[in-house]
């Protein structure tokens, strides 16, 4: 057991940020996504209402645990929020737009059986997101 901690304590090391924004975004983005399809299928929101409201939440977590356990930051609130959320609004328009061309060209509903062409969307633009959003993070807003 003690074997298994200190591989875990290895990958949280200070100089592992990757690691811990993946840890990171396992939280956020289950806030995010979570907002996303109740808002989506339960209150029948449109694709881009419901996930621009899920990744506004998921943001805000995100910031919070990023700027004090991803990257130890000390950017001032203000400066980093400004840039945090310039480089969220990028990196969603591109990551959610760029998601809803490929599936449509990719994929027809004829194609789906059990999950819709938006729900295909948002989970390809999670990805894509979660890959630029890093970058972004990593050497704009919390660089050192």
């Not at 840039?83 to 969603?92: D, E, K, N, S």
Request: include cysteine; glycine fraction near 6%.
């Amino acid at each position: 057991m003690s074997h298994i901690i200190s591989i875990f304590e290895n990958y949280l090391k200070p100089t592992n940020s990757f690691v811990r924004f993946l840890l990171v975004g396992v939280v956020n983005t289950a806030i995010g996504l979570s907002v996303i399809f109740i808002l989506m299928n339960g209150f029948l929101l449109s694709y881009w209402v419901s996930t621009f409201t899920g990744n506004l939440i998921g943001a805000a977590a995100s910031f919070i645990l990023n700027r004090n356990y991803t990257f130890k930051s000390n950017t001032s609130i203000f400066k980093g929020s400004l840039r945090f959320g310039a480089v969220v609004l990028i990196c969603y328009f591109l990551s959610y737009r760029l998601s809803v061309q490929l599936v449509n060209v990719h994929l027809s509903s004829q194609d789906l059986l059990l999950i819709s062409q938006n729900d295909v969307s948002v989970i390809l633009g999670s990805i894509l997101y979660t890959l630029s959003n890093y970058a972004g993070q990593r050497y704009f807003v919390f660089k050192k």
